[in-house]
């Protein structure tokens, strides 16, 4: 089969296309025919070797999480799956496993013509036949998260919530969700970005800068810097205002140079706050809404981890065969 592929440490400049041997399910697995593939950071980040000995990856590598496709095979001890079910959902490496929660969502990397990945998750789900695969492969990392931020928020009506880094994938799907719970979405924002995000729900559009940002911030979300570099969205924030980030590292009080928020690092591998099911509903009922901001095609796969962040995008980079 053919599969974008990283040989070594490096960045994705350095991505192939290659011909590779098709994966085959073992027990517990399925093995899905990959429709489209969304690019997320851990494409870009394990194999450009930022994470040291930490995180060890096996060569040749095969990157890509978030898919949508067919099933073509199941292991054995398979029973919530057949051939030819439609299914999306997320996939971390398998040198990410230890990480990967209670029931560990893996695969062998969706930048491919086949993947095989775990049954037996909260992370895969059968695809509704309402929701195309493009969306739904977009919608699998960024929609899970976005209704984890917003259910961790307990956002109330009137409350004014600002978004950093409302241009990515979570944040074109989060802003929906707020705009939905009638709050006041205040999104950071390029003045080419700006229609989008108010088509999206965003109230006011201001720029990246901590000096740009308002004053009296009910919430407050992160969903790019570093969780050590926050203090100036901190200090947007009201006494007993909350602040919830999705990047490491954790924050502290000490980190952010306030005592009186609420913090909250929002990371939910396990689905307790909603999985797959529960983000293709929300996406036929209109709630969720994936925005793509460009196609690629697998053999243009090493082209589309590049452009994810040499380029500035909006919304989720999707590969399709």
């Known amino acids: 089969m053919k599969a974008v592929v990283a040989t070594a440490y490096g960045p994705p400049e350095q991505y192939t296309v290659a011909e ?41 590598h095969i990157p890509g999480n978030d898919f949508a496709g067919t099933v073509t095979e199941v292991g054995g ?59 739904a492969a977009a919608l699998a990392t960024a929609g899970l998260t976005a209704r984890a931020i917003a259910t961790t928020a307990h956002i109330q009506p009137g409350e004014h919530v600002l978004v950093v880094g409302a241009t990515g994938g979570v944040g074109t799907a989060l802003i929906p969700l707020l705009a939905a719970a009638k709050t006041h979405v205040t999104a950071t924002a390029t003045d080419a970005d700006a229609d ?72 939910d591998m396990d689905g307790d706050l909603g999985g797959m099911r529960e983000v293709g509903d929300a996406a036929v009922r209109g709630e969720l809404r994936a925005t793509i901001g460009h196609r690629y095609r697998l053999d243009r796969g090493p082209q589309a981890c590049a452009d994810f962040i040499r380029v500035h995008t909006t919304g989720k980079l999707v590969v399709t065969r």
């Open 20 to 60: 590779v041997p098709v994966p085959r399910p073992g027990p517990g697995q399925i093995q899905v025919r990959i429709a489209a593939a969304a690019i997320n950071p851990a494409d870009v980040r394990l194999p450009s070797g930022e994470f040291g000995d930490t995180v060890r990856l096996e060569f040749p």
């Open 77 to 135: 001890d398979v029973t919530t799956y057949r051939v030819g079910d439609e299914v999306f959902g997320l996939a971390v490496p398998r040198a990410l496993r230890a990480m990967a929660g209670k029931r560990p969502s893996v695969g062998t990397g969706t930048l491919a013509e086949y993947a095989v990945v775990e049954a037996d998750t909260p992370l895969v789900a059968h695809r509704p036949a309402e929701l195309p695969a493009e969306d």
């Open 196 to 267: 989008v995000l108010r088509e999206l729900g965003a109230a006011e559009i201001i720029g990246y800068q901590p000096a740009d940002y308002p004053a009296g911030i009910d919430v407050a979300v992160n969903v790019v810097l570093p969780g050590d570099r926050l203090t100036g969205l901190a200090a947007t924030l009201r006494p007993g205002g909350r602040l919830l980030t999705v990047t490491p590292p954790v924050p502290t009080p000490e980190l952010i140079g306030r005592d009186d928020v609420e913090m909250h690092f929002v990371l």
